[in-house]
């Protein structure tokens, strides 16, 4: 899950930044050991090995997590789904057949499992369905990497990786010490930016056509009017989910969201129209005004 590279920059006394490095680096491999569905003792696996057996009783913490993803899913008539992990699968060969797609969809239904808030316990009804929330733990990890951030005795911090980010604090005693972060632009591949967020405290998270999102419905990446989605929220789940979501649901859904007091939105259009939550406007800097705009 956190296979792929990740940046931190630490700022205050070399022996706390350095504490804060190895300490913050440490708790994200352990959420993805802990939560890949591709590693053998994680929650997904374990839950995954007795399908079609005894359900799994999961530590309360744990089940907490696994409840929320499934609530969700109700909440958005399966648009996010958990068990979208054989459709995962058969997109890491990169173009897959219509008859892999079908087979996987034969085993994708957040339907199929089964909590119980009674022993903490998840169940799947058949073999062969997995348990994948990519979706939402780098999200989570983000939150408690804030939250460790924040604890530490350190000036500052920033973190991204895999499209999310979060920010703390100042860069110290050197001039300009505020964090900023650029917005990936979404019609190029270049590495470049066509906004700046100098806000701090929030877990950013972004989705695009990078994000290798999945429609459970049709197997295949959803057809959306959005290049990008960007959530900032205290809680990370949530972020990760919404931009997610969001994305997927396109510009309408966005329009009905921007008010959400759990979350900041922002996203783009695939005509360079920028929507806004109102509350971010004033950390938000569009860089890009040549290709795009500020909807209003």
């Known amino acids: 899950m956190f296979g792929r590279s990740f940046s931190q920059s630490v700022y205050g006394g070399s022996s706390a930044a350095t504490d804060a490095i190895h300490t913050v680096s440490d708790r994200l491999y352990a959420f993805s050991s802990h939560w890949d569905s591709e590693g053998a003792d ?3 696996a374990q839950i995954a090995a007795s399908a079609g057996l005894t359900p799994t009783v999961l ?56 909590l119980s808030d009674e022993d903490h316990s998840a169940s799947i009804g058949r073999p062969g369905i997995t348990i994948d929330l990519n979706a939402v733990v780098p999200g989570m990890a983000l939150e408690e990497a804030l939250s460790l951030y924040q604890t530490a005795e350190i000036d500052g911090a920033v973190l991204t990786f895999d499209g999310g980010a979060v920010m703390t604090g100042t860069k110290g005693g050197e001039e300009n010490a505020a964090f900023s972060l650029g917005l990936r632009d979404p019609m190029r591949s270049d590495g470049s930016h066509y906004a700046v967020l100098t806000e701090t405290d929030r877990v950013i998270c972004t989705s695009d056509v990078s994000s290798g999102l999945l429609d459970p419905s049709t197997g295949n990446p959803p057809e959306t009017d959005l290049l ?69």
């Open 59 to 114: 530590d309360p913490d744990d089940y907490a997590v696994v409840k929320r993803a499934f609530s969700l899913a109700k909440e958005t008539g399966g648009l996010f789904d958990p068990t979208i992990g054989a459709l995962s699968f058969v997109w890491a060969e990169k173009t897959p057949t219509a008859d892999r797609i079908s087979w996987a969809l034969t085993y994708t239904g957040y339907n199929e499992v089964t």
């Open 228 to 296: 990008a989605v960007t959530t900032l929220s205290e809680d990370g789940f949530l972020a990760d989910a919404m931009s997610s979501i969001l994305y997927m649901q396109g510009s309408a859904s966005v329009l009905s969201h921007l008010d959400d007091p759990d979350y900041e939105v922002i996203a783009v259009t695939k005509t360079g129209d920028v929507y806004l939550s109102d509350s971010v406007q004033e950390y938000f800097t569009l860089s890009d005004t040549e290709n795009y705009h500020l909807a209003h």
């Open 42 to 44: 994680s929650v997904p």
